[in-house]
């Protein structure tokens, strides 16, 4: 069975940091790209940080860059994302995604979600 799960959210004020982790079991972890996206309630899923399967390619989004960093370990089927200068903005769910390309096929597994919230 398929798992994606995630650990690590919680409240914090902004300026803190939090690490999220996604631990995965199922599928073969070191064949799929992995991805963090984010949602806020009445806003659409944002593509938040990605990286490639073998670990050496890394992007994440404008309004993350420099203070967000995505990193993967292939040996314990982990994938984290360090959250440093929380700002409120970045209060969301949080969602763990696997990704690969068959040919023009996207294949996809998702998390639960974990939800952070930044607030003083």
């Known amino acids: 069975q398929v798992q994606l799960v995630e650990s690590g959210g919680g409240l914090v004020q902004p300026g803190g940091s939090l690490r999220l982790t996604c631990a995965a079991s199922?599928?073969?972890?070191?064949?799929?790209?992995m991805r963090w996206y984010r949602q806020a309630p009445g806003k659409e899923r944002e593509l938040v940080a990605s990286?490639?399967?073998?670990?050496?390619?890394?992007n994440s989004a404008d309004s993350v860059k420099g203070r967000f960093t995505i990193s993967r370990d292939n040996a314990k089927n982990t994938v984290s994302l360090q959250m440093n200068s929380l700002k409120p903005e970045d209060t969301a769910v949080y969602y763990c995604?696997?990704?690969?390309?068959?040919?023009?096929?996207?294949?996809?597994?998702w998390g639960q979600g974990t939800q952070v919230t930044v607030s003083s």
């Open positions: 995604n696997a990704h690969r390309m068959v040919g023009w096929t996207p294949v996809d597994y």
């Open positions: 199922g599928f073969i972890f070191s064949s799929y790209a």
């Open positions: 990286i490639a399967s073998a670990g050496g390619s890394t």
